[in-house]
């Protein structure tokens, strides 16, 4: 019986520290602003930056959009 609680005991450590740690995960939030051409970093980086105060990057492979992205 007791090896039955300690076991118990056990996993249900295991099981709340998953718990605990899942909403300590970094979100990352995305927002694409209306360009109408093809990203550039020089100008992506910069607006990014300027408008919305968020890091800026080119994601895509043949139409590169350029995408703001920020911690939630």
Excluded: H, W
């Excluded at 300690?6 to 450590?13: A, D």
């Excluded at 099981?15 to 300590?24: C, Q, R």
């Excluded at 890091?55 to 895509?60: E, N, S, V």
């Amino acid at each position: 019986m007791t090896k039955f609680f300690c076991s118990y005991l056990f996993i249900s450590m295991f099981v709340l520290s998953a718990f605990l740690a899942l909403p300590n995960a970094q979100k990352i939030c995305r927002m694409n602003p209306n360009l109408r051409k093809a990203c550039s970093f020089q100008e992506c980086t910069p607006l990014c930056l300027q408008k919305y105060n968020m890091d800026g990057i080119c994601i895509g492979n043949n139409k590169k959009i350029c995408t703001c992205i920020y911690d939630c």
